[in-house]
Nanobody, 121 residues
Framework: QLQASGGGLVQAGGSLRLSCAAS????????KGWFRQSPGKEREFVAA???????DYADSVNGRFTISGDYATNTVYLQMNSLKPEDTAVYFCAARDTSIVRYLGHEYRYWGRGTLVTVSS
């Protein structure tokens, strides 16, 4: 029901835009988030957007990443600028079944397959 795409290999300082397309049901009005997981590390919160458009970011990406939603196409984006090698991870999109943002993965009901982002130094 959620499909993330847009990952790839980029040099440090570069940009990528991830997309998360929903199908099978509408997630309009529900909070959506991006999480990432690096090898050997716990999954961590990256960014989220509430059902009313309020956004929240992890400190590590604040000012570099931007989450946005296109409600007409049921798609959520993550624009990633000034990428660093430590941003290398598999990125996952997720959706809650309420409009309120949360920061823990287990509070998200719907998950898509991840997309790999690799940032070279």
């Amino acid at each position: 029901q959620l499909q993330a795409s847009g990952g790839g290999l980029v040099q440090a300082g570069g940009s990528l835009r991830l997309s998360c397309a929903a199908s099978g049901r509408t997630f309009r009005g529900f909070a959506k988030g991006w999480f990432r997981q690096s090898p050997g590390k716990e999954r961590e919160f990256v960014a989220a957007i509430s059902g009313t458009g309020r956004t929240d970011y992890a400190d590590s990406v604040n000012g570099r990443f931007t989450i946005s939603g296109d409600y007409a196409t049921n798609t959520v984006y993550l624009q990633m600028n000034s990428l660093k090698p430590e941003d290398t991870a598999v990125y996952f999109c997720a959706a809650r079944d309420t409009s309120i943002v949360r920061y823990l993965g287990h509070e998200y009901r719907y998950w898509g397959r991840g997309t790999l982002v690799t940032v070279s130094s």
